[in-house]
Nanobody, 119 residues
């Protein structure tokens, strides 16, 4: 079982930056993949970015490629989502998720954190 706790989101102006963190309560995350998803009002939850814990392999949604960066700190069991050049379309509740690499769905989820971008 992995428990995930996201940092507080916030309100940021368009063009600004924000970094989210996700602390995982697991003895080790080797063999896991962690990801960020988001859900905007009236829309379905969508994938944002993922990282394999052991190798650091990353994937990004086209909508955030070049603007967002996912990383991890193994010593702190924490994943990060650095968000730059934010725009109003990035406004959403952001969720951290984790799963074993062999799984094709995410089994563990954080509580979500609101990010609002003002234009």
């Amino acid at each position: 079982q992995v428990q995930l706790v996201e940092s507080a989101g916030g309100l940021v102006q368009a063009g600004g930056s924000l970094r989210l963190s996700c602390a995982a309560s697991a003895r080790t995350l080797r063999g896991y993949r962690m990801a960020w998803f988001r859900q905007a009002p009236g829309k379905e939850r969508e994938f944002v970015a993922s990282i394999s814990w052991s190798h650091g392999t990353t994937f990004y949604a086209d909508s955030v490629k070049g603007r967002f960066g996912i990383s991890r700190d193994s010593a702190k069991n924490t994943a990060y989502l650095q968000m730059n050049s934010l725009n109003a379309e990035d406004t959403a509740v952001y969720y951290c998720a984790a799963t074993l690499l062999a799984r094709d769905r995410y089994d563990f989820w954080g509580q979500g954190t609101q990010v609002t971008v003002s234009s």
